[in-house]
């Protein structure tokens, strides 16, 4: 099994070809690579209209520019982020709009460097205090994702939809969110299949986001199946989404292992673990040393996965 990791914080602080090399120094095998850096929730939530994303010729140059530094450096796309949040209520739905397009480059962006997977969150907008029904939050869905069949098809790029999480602003407690219902995570991608006429849509299941909801990484994993097209795999302690290294949190990753295991999924495994450089590597210097150690705990558990001889502790 293949390992990758998330590319948004490194790129955002090395620079594109800098940034990625840390990640091949440290052994990896290939990226998620967070096209979400360039229009990101800022971004969105001002309607900045200046990210090159929703530029489709200019989008075609950086995949482009991206492919080469990809190759130069041994590294495969395995799977990339589209841009975060995907629908927002609070602002015009001309922009809401524009969203989508920069999505659909997105899709254009993953066939011309080879990745076969792309993540696009579903809607998920509010906390606790506001949150929609789940009847509204289909809706909003499916004129999110219904619109991008046919860039899809046309790519050949599987759409992954993913478990999301809401927030108590007072409690600062974590409460479920779009397709942290396991049940519900499997009506969208059969949904969405349906309409499509094909599979085109799967799930990405985020680890650390079930731990913040409570939700067993077995169960949610083997109910799932075959509909996991990619893992977001990365750790936290229950109260806050850290995306730090595995073995770091409260997970117990043998038995995430011995799911991934029975379900037959031998696809790359994504550390999803940006937050290592955020909350902990700090400077510039430590980066080298936290990607090593990330390599190490992602190959223990692929270990796991495979023939189950790794270590939990």
């Given at each position: 099994m293949k390992l990758c990791t998330s590319t948004g914080v490194l790129v955002e602080k090395f620079g594109l070809e800098e940034g990625l090399k840390v990640i091949a120094d440290a052994g990896f095998d290939g990226v998620d690579f967070g096209f979400d850096i360039y229009l990101n929730w800022n971004k969105i939530r001002d309607e900045d209209r200046n990210s090159f994303l929703f530029d489709l010729e200019k989008c075609k140059e950086f995949a482009k520019e991206l492919k080469h530094v990809l190759d130069k450096l041994g590294l495969k796309p395995y799977q990339c982020h589209a841009p975060f949040p995907s629908r927002r209520d609070d602002i015009s739905e001309e922009f809401n709009q524009l969203i989508i397009e920069s999505i659909k480059n997105c899709f254009y962006m993953c066939e011309i460097i080879g990745c076969k997977k792309l993540v696009v969150h579903p809607y998920n907008f509010g906390d606790i205090t506001n949150y929609p029904t789940p009847e509204f939050n289909h809706e909003m869905n499916m004129k999110l994702y219904v619109p991008l069949i046919d860039t899809i098809k046309e790519t050949g790029v599987t759409c992954c939809l993913e478990n999301m999480f809401i927030g108590d602003p007072t409690s600062k407690k974590i409460f479920a969110g779009t397709c942290s219902d396991i049940s519900e995570a499997c009506q969208y991608v059969d949904e969405l299949n349906e309409i499509a006429g094909e599979e085109i849509?799967?799930?990405?299941?985020?680890?650390?986001?079930?731990?913040?909801?409570?939700?067993?990484?077995?169960?949610?994993?083997?109910?799932?199946?075959?509909?996991?097209?990619?893992?977001?795999?990365?750790?936290?302690?229950?109260?806050?989404?850290?995306?730090?290294?595995?073995?770091?949190?409260?997970?117990?990753?043998?038995?995430?292992?011995?799911?991934?295991?029975?379900?037959?999924?031998?696809?790359?495994?994504?550390?999803?673990?940006?937050?290592?450089?955020?909350?902990?590597?700090?400077?510039?210097?430590?980066?080298?040393?936290?990607?090593?150690?990330?390599?190490?705990?992602?190959?223990?558990?692929?270990?796991?996965?495979?023939?189950?001889?790794?270590?939990?502790?």
């Open positions: 849509f799967g799930f990405c299941l985020d680890i650390g986001h079930l731990l913040l909801c409570s939700i067993d990484p077995y169960n949610a994993t083997k109910k799932l199946g075959k509909r996991i097209v990619c893992f977001h795999v990365h750790d936290n302690n229950g109260l806050a989404d850290l995306h730090v290294s595995p073995y770091l949190g409260i997970c117990h990753w043998d038995r995430f292992a011995q799911a991934v295991r029975e379900i037959g999924y031998t696809d790359p495994l994504d550390l999803e673990t940006g937050g290592m450089l955020v909350n902990y590597f700090r400077e510039d210097g430590m980066a080298v040393a936290a990607y090593d150690m990330l390599h190490a705990a992602g190959r223990n558990i692929i270990k796991m996965i495979e023939d189950g001889t790794g270590h939990e502790d």
